[in-house]
């Protein structure tokens, strides 16, 4: 079992900046591919970008390419999203998951572990 723990969620002007982390306890965290994903309220969960478990590769949304970089410290069993140039439409619960393979995953079905979500909210 891996628990995962978000936090730094919180409210922003657009165009600002918020930096997402979770960490994790249990079993070895770099044996996990780790992956942010949001959810708005009445809409469905998303992907938003996923990290490999050494932190060498990354694959993003296209929404958010170029504004959010994903990184880890496996030394701290923790994964980041960073957030820049927050936009309105970035407002959403953020969760973390993880799953132990050497692939970058991107859907939600294949992740095994989940946090509870932080919540980020970007006003105009």
């Known amino acids: 079992q891996v628990q995962l723990v978000e936090s730094g969620g919180g409210s922003v002007q657009a165009g600002g900046s918020l930096r997402l982390s979770c960490v994790a306890s249990?079993?070895?965290?770099?044996?996990?591919?780790m992956g942010w994903f949001r959810q708005a309220p009445g809409k469905e969960r998303e992907f938003v970008g996923t990290i490999s478990r050494g932190g060498g590769r990354t694959y993003y949304a296209d929404s958010v390419k170029g504004r959010f970089t994903i990184s880890r410290d496996n030394a701290k069993n923790t994964v980041y999203l960073q957030m820049n140039s927050l936009k309105p439409e970035d407002t959403a619960s953020y969760y973390c998951a993880a799953k132990e393979t050497i692939s970058l995953i991107t859907t939600i079905a294949s992740y095994d572990f989940w946090g509870q979500g932080t919540q980020v909210t970007v006003s105009s």
């Open positions: 249990g079993r070895t965290f770099s044996s996990y591919t």
